[in-house]
C-alpha cells in the first residue's frame, strides 16, 4: 500500500508561482496513476490534474489548462504540480492521490494548503 506525502504549500501573490511535491513510499510508485486534487472552503473536492503511470498522459481542470503542469520522476518515487500565474481562486488545501489499474484514487496524502493573495 503507498504512502503520499506532500509538500511545497505556502503564501503567495497573486501572479506567483509555487511547486508542490507528493513523495510516495510502500508501494511500487511506477504502477500508479497520479493526481492533484483540491478542496476550498466550503467547497468540494475537485480533480486539479492527472498523469499516468509511465508519464506519456496527462489531464487538466479546465480552470488551470494552460498555468499548471503535473509531472513525475519515476525514479525519485515523487509526483510534481507546477503552478504559475496564481489565482486567489486557487487557494485551496491540495491533495496528492494514487490509483492503480483504473480503479478509484483509493490513496491519499494529508494535504498542503495553497494560499494566494491578491
Known amino acids: 500500500q503507498v504512502q503520499l506525502l506532500e509538500s511545497g504549500g505556502g503564501l503567495v501573490q497573486a501572479g506567483g508561482s509555487l511547486r508542490l511535491s507528493c513523495a510516495a513510499s510502500?508501494?511500487?510508485?511506477?504502477?500508479?496513476?497520479m493526481g492533484w486534487f483540491r478542496q476550498a472552503p466550503g467547497k468540494e473536492r475537485e480533480i486539479v490534474a492527472a498523469?499516468?503511470?509511465?508519464?506519456?498522459?496527462?489531464h487538466y481542470a479546465n480552470s488551470v489548462t494552460g498555468r499548471f503542469t503535473i509531472s513525475r520522476d519515476n525514479a525519485k518515487n515523487t509526483v510534481y504540480l507546477q503552478m504559475n500565474s496564481l489565482e486567489p481562486e486557487d487557494t485551496a488545501v491540495y491533495y496528492c492521490?494514487?490509483?492503480?489499474?483504473?480503479?478509484?484514487?483509493?490513496?491519499w496524502g494529508q494535504g498542503t494548503q495553497v494560499t494566494v493573495s491578491s
Open positions: 510502500g508501494g511500487t510508485f511506477s504502477r500508479y496513476d
Open positions: 498523469i499516468n503511470w509511465g508519464g506519456g498522459r496527462t
Open positions: 492521490a494514487a490509483r492503480r489499474d483504473g480503479a478509484n484514487f483509493d490513496y
